[in-house]
């Protein structure tokens, strides 16, 4: 049940970067909607893993509806700092279905979910390091041109793919 409620969590980040990246094209920023893109394709895999381990190990997958996501923020900081805030929030749903795990002595699940546990840390400094610049740079002006030229260069690699797990 625990993975399950994960496998929509996950979706549910998916759809809120989807938003995010709407957002981010309407105000002509295309590299961050660009970012906020592959953040949508990376949350997209992610519950594709856990989705793929349940049904491995002849569970049941139980899809239930993807709640309402917001449409619209105060500037890129709050989008950012709003990112940053999900992101912990996931790494606390990941550290319980962890813990669910350990007390329930199923060894294979915990060690499935300790990539989560290594990708949520990633996932939390990428988003500090872009509050970071946006702080630095302001949010008008040639450095977040610039910011946006970088973050347009960043490509979709599904690292879901790169372990055994």
């Known amino acids: ?33 660009n970012w906020m893109r ?27 509806p993807i709640a309402g996501v917001e449409n619209s923020w105060k500037s890129l900081l709050h989008m950012f700092e709003e990112t940053y805030k999900h ?23 915990a060690t499935m979910l300790q990539w989560f546990i290594n990708e949520q840390t990633e996932e939390e400094s990428n988003a500090i390091e872009i509050i970071d610049q946006i702080k630095l740079l302001g949010e008008k002006g040639e450095g977040i041109y610039h910011l946006d030229k970088q973050l347009a260069t960043r490509v979709f690699v599904d690292a879901t793919q790169n372990t055994a797990n």
């Open 38 to 64: 592959v953040q949508f394709q990376e949350e997209t895999t992610h519950a594709l893993k856990i989705y793929d381990y349940v049904l491995s190990r002849s569970g049941d997958i139980k899809l239930q």
């Open 87 to 109: 992101e912990c929030v996931v790494t606390d749903l990941i550290a319980n279905c962890y813990e669910v795990a350990t007390k329930e002595k199923d060894h294979a699940t």
């Open 1 to 33: 049940d625990i993975l399950n409620k994960q496998v929509n969590a996950e979706l549910w980040s998916a759809y809120l970067y989807l938003s995010m990246a709407a957002w981010c094209e309407s105000k002509g920023l295309k590299g961050f909607a």
